[in-house]
């Protein structure tokens, strides 16, 4: 069977650390598997590994600079960034992935990240305090919206001598990602997802409103798998400062629960799947005041009305074929609250975050989660990045999604 690396155009960006030696081997792989390889290396990865080492196993000129000295030739970086079928930059340095999140394009591997069209994949490869960082972590972030596959980086040793994760992916662990990224990149082309994420605010009067601490990223992060999958995203979004962007998602922007309603039931018949991520305000003034409400008294009460269950509702008009996934987000009999809301809102699974664990929830970078099946089966997720769990519910969509077709 010929590998899906065959014939491919795979643009290698090399920034400075000391797990630029494993490149070497990295290149040497994808050689061997077919793929037509140029190297990018920074000014600072030069300190780790020689060009020539990298030119000869890749076969082809390794490029630094905007201009060559020596051919006098310039090297076009929009070329570049359009001759790849793949850019994959390894390692990462913190330093270039605050430029890849800031669009900063000093060097020549920052501007034909900023001019490629392909796929990007970026392998992390830092100090563990580094890579925990909640600068670097937002700037994962930053990338992830933009639309880079991360290879988080593994855990081990690290140059510094400490113990931690900062390691850099394998390279043949590396090749198997790439490999599959050519394989299942499109395995949800033509298929189109509705996806409710983030908060909603329920108008007082013109300056106050109820809502709740949901950053919206986990909603986020399923969007963008998806869509890096090939699926067409319609992302019902409540207010959040996160900013998307992505050629296949649709950001339709919502404010109240009853908005996000709207937006959600005019796309519900043409989906495929629709993941119910939003946290939505379950009540809302009874009445909005035109004018700011003024201070009296020693008190004051608010009458709340219940606002639209928007899964509830949508899982009513639920067509064959559909998937309907929820979440649930419990503090006390989690188990049995996701397990019952499940059946209620006529979902295909669940998604059940806990408060009570730790690294899990709203604020939070990772998650931990458990997700509840229709046939009463359910499977834990270990504390993961909420990139990496909006992986998995993507997969078990495309699973549950394969099965609906062979029937
Ligand atoms: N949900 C929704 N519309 C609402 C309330 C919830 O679409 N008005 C969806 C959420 O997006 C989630 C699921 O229903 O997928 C469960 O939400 P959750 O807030 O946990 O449940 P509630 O039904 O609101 O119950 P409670 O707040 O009492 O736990």
Redesign the pocket.
């Known amino acids: 069977m010929s590998s899906s690396i065959q014939s491919k155009k795979i643009l290698i960006g090399v920034t400075g650390g000391i797990a630029a030696y494993k490149v070497a081997i990295l290149i040497r792989l994808l050689i061997k598997q077919g793929a037509e390889v140029k190297v990018i290396m920074t000014t600072s990865a030069l300190d780790f590994i020689t060009p020539l080492t990298l030119s000869t196993l890749s076969k082809n000129p390794v490029l630094v600079d905007f201009f060559d000295r020596k051919s006098g030739e310039w090297n076009n970086h929009v070329e570049l960034g359009l001759w790849a079928d793949l850019f994959l930059i390894a390692p990462l340095s913190a330093n270039t992935l605050a430029k890849l999140a800031q669009g900063q394009s000093d060097n020549l591997l920052v501007a034909t990240y900023l001019s490629a069209r392909c796929t990007v994949m970026v392998a992390p490869a830092m100090d563990l305090d580094m890579y925990k960082h909640p600068s670097v972590q937002q700037n994962f972030d930053t990338i992830l919206r933009h639309g880079v596959t991360i290879l988080e980086a593994g855990t081990g040793e690290l140059a510094s001598g400490l113990h931690g994760q900062g390691r850099m992916m394998e390279p043949e662990e590396m090749i198997d990602k790439v490999s599959i990224s050519f394989r299942s990149q499109m395995d949800l082309k033509g298929k189109v997802f509705l996806i409710?994420a983030g908060p909603t605010q329920e108008a007082i009067d013109p300056v106050r409103y109820i809502s709740n601490h949901s950053s919206g990223k986990m909603g986020i992060a399923i969007a963008h798998e998806a869509a890096e999958r090939g699926a067409k995203v319609h992302l019902a979004l409540g207010p959040t400062n996160l900013k998307i962007v992505h050629p296949n998602i649709d950001v339709i922007p919502v404010v109240s629960?009853q908005d996000m309603y709207e937006a959600a039931k005019a796309i519900h018949p043409t989906a495929c799947c629709v993941v119910?991520?939003?946290?939505?305000a379950?009540y809302g003034p009874a009445e909005v005041s035109s004018q700011k409400v003024k201070k009296s008294g020693e008190s004051l009460t608010l009458t709340l009305k219940k606002?639209?269950?928007?899964?509830?509702t949508l899982g009513r008009s639920k067509q064959e074929g559909q998937i309907h996934v929820?979440?649930?987000?419990?503090t006390e009999n989690e188990q049995e609250?996701a397990i019952q809301?499940l059946g209620k809102?006529n979902f295909d699974f669940i998604v059940l975050n806990s408060l009570q664990d730790k690294g899990a929830g709203f604020k939070t970078d990772t998650n931990k989660v458990t997700y509840f099946f229709k046939d009463h089966t359910s499977l834990v997720s270990e504390v993961l990045p909420k990139r990496e769990i909006a992986k998995q519910v993507v997969d078990l969509i495309k699973t549950h999604l394969d099965k609906q077709e062979q029937i």
């Open positions: 409710t629960a119910f991520a939003a946290a939505v379950d606002n639209v269950d928007i899964a509830l929820g979440f649930a987000l419990e609250n809301k809102k």
